[in-house]
């Protein structure tokens, strides 16, 4: 199995919930396998296609999707094919043939050709090792991109009952989960489900002032990397891609009321990266495999939490740094009710939609650490204090607001209850386009020692808390309550956030070293080909290739995704580059992680527990270790070079007390192992 890992896809090791998904499969069994965009999950049914007899026959929603995973098969010396409306009737019979001859491995196939009265009699021609069924949450009502023709899967158990199933997804609350497991009638499946959270990921929630110039700081920043931008209709998708045209950045549209052919070529020009970025609809992301999407940004509130973790998912794909941002407005929540009104008849469905809203909005409002809100909407704890999230990156005092919710409660009664909170702040601020008959009111210009942006921000959370509440449908208003007369006749304190200004940290950005050679040779040579860069080598390759200059094929076949058919067939130009970049200044071949003596599974697992911010007892639990045991797997993991974040494990007040002994030469009142952990970890 290892000999193949490294002959056809590049890797020197699996990640522990891949093996444990492998060996299961291998073993015959049905498999339910449930982990985040970007943990591999494609390699949990392909590796084991090469290994199983027969031919895997792998359900997959979308052409593109289809196309892209054969493509990266074939380029990595596997005999891969599709079956789809793509094709001519007389590709398709080539096809058919090519498998009946036992020539392919994988067959890739939409659901709709499974409904289809002369597909299942061929299938039946063929020996079939194992049935995939990738993005399974299509199959329920409760998911939130239900595909009708997934329900028909049930057919699969009818038809081949010895014939082994995997189900696949990164998104799948516990309702959906079941329904999964139901319609395709699994067997007793081997249940792997790894933690939800993305920590690769940061997540910034922005007030949606400015927004386009909040967009326009950001990717001037991050000009030389991918990302999409998710709006919420097509007016406003076309408007932002044309503006930022303008503005001198790559940006292309991507939403239902393209031809087909737009939104296709759309969509290439962003996978081989002519364009760097995509402004879409929701419409656009579920057949998109590109690894190094740097950003995704949420102009418009999304429908719910399952939706933006999925979108979010499409971010770094590859695990290198990436961000989440959304520019949230209770406007935007009431035109998406506005809509739903409009769009859902049903009136359970509609209930549905408003309250998986509402707990978006609950989100989006929010002081708590966003990971731990969305990882318990998964139904999995987190400590919180990601120092990923704007929430933990800035944390925010709370303050004594009595004063400023009266002024707010004030100027809603003398304006009569008829407005938002974008002209209440104007009328506190005394800003443009306060009626005359207001300026003459008492609260005008009282709330001189805050900006708009900040009244607006005390309001919106006046309203999370129930001080005030809002009516109306795309324009809200504000309407005092019992709550705001009890706070105004003095009967109640108000607590509110202290204000902040937040910003957005900048990922360090590469220098156009080696690197960016590398990235353009690896873009003409993917031109040449007609494939997106990322299936010649994906960025990770790059960084390691200029990060360790291998300066020969048996070096530059230790990189990360560079197997025995890429070395063969792009390994010469790319080593070509190196050399003489090194030769140029003098740089010698430095030693890859290779070399690095490969870590046991159950170290690598106590490596994943720490990383994911459980504590030394909460780790010790789960492998049924002791905690010395544990503390010497981090000293290992230390001495072999390892990323390893020791702050849920020796707290950092701990670590300084410990370090300032060692300074000034007395002993640390730490026990011997957390010791040796701090001294390692630099």
Known sequence: MNDILRKHFGFSSLYPEQSAVISDVLAGRDVFVLMPTGSGKSLCYQLPALLREGITVVVSPLIALMKDQVDSLRMNGISAAFINSSLSEREIE??????????????YVAPERLSSSDFIPFLKMVKIGLFAVDEAHCISEWGHEFRPDYRNLRVLRDTFPEVPIIALTATAVSRVQDDIVSTLR?????????????????????????????????????????????????KETESIASKLGKEGFKALPYHAGLSDFERENNQDLFKRDDV???????????????????????????????????????????????????????????????????????PKKRKLAYAKLDEMLEYCESNVCRRKLVLGYFGESFGGGCGKCDNCLT?????????VAKKIFQCIYETGQSFGAGYIASVLTAGKGVRPHHAMKKSFGSGTGYTQKQWISFIRELAASGFVTTTGGEY??????????????????????????SRIAVHEVIEPGLFGILRALRKAMADAEGVPPYMIFPDRSLKEMSSYYPQSLSSLKNVHGVGEAKLKR?????LKKIREYCTERG???RPSRSSVPTLAANYLETLELVNSGLSLSEIAAKRSLSEKEVLFHIESLLVLGRDVNIDNIVTKERQSAIRDALRSGAKPVASPEEIRIVKMKK
């Not at 080539?94 to 067959?107: A, C, D, P, Q, T």
């Open 94 to 107: 080539e096809e058919k043939l090519e498998i009946l001859r036992g020539k392919k491995k994988l067959l």
């Open 186 to 234: 699994l067997r007793e499946p081997a249940v792997h489900k790894t933690s939800f959270n993305r920590d690769n990921l940061t997540y910034y929630i922005r007030p949606k002032e400015n927004a386009f110039e909040q967009l326009v700081e950001y990717m001037n920043a991050h000009r030389d990397e991918s990302g999409i931008i998710y709006c919420l209709g097509k």
């Open 276 to 346: 760097q970025t995509i402004v879409a609809t929701i419409a656009f992301g579920m057949g998109i495999d590109k690894p190094n999407v740097r950003y995704v940004i949420h102009y418009d509130v999304p429908k719910s939490i399952e939706g933006y973790y999925q979108e979010t998912g499409r971010a770094g794909r590859d695990r290198l740094p990436s961000d989440c941002i959304l520019f949230f407005s209770r406007g935007d929540a009431w035109k998406l009710k506005s809509m739903m009104d409009k769009s859902i008849h049903n």
């Open 395 to 403: 944390p925010k005092e709370s303050m004594d607001a009595t004063v």
């Open 476 to 501: 809200p208003v504000l309407k005092l309550n019992e709550k705001s007369t009890d706070v105004l006749y003095g009967k109640e304190r108000v607590l509110l956030m202290k204000p902040v200004e």
């Open 570 to 574: 792009y390994g010469p130009a790319f």
């Open 587 to 589: 740089i010698a071949e």
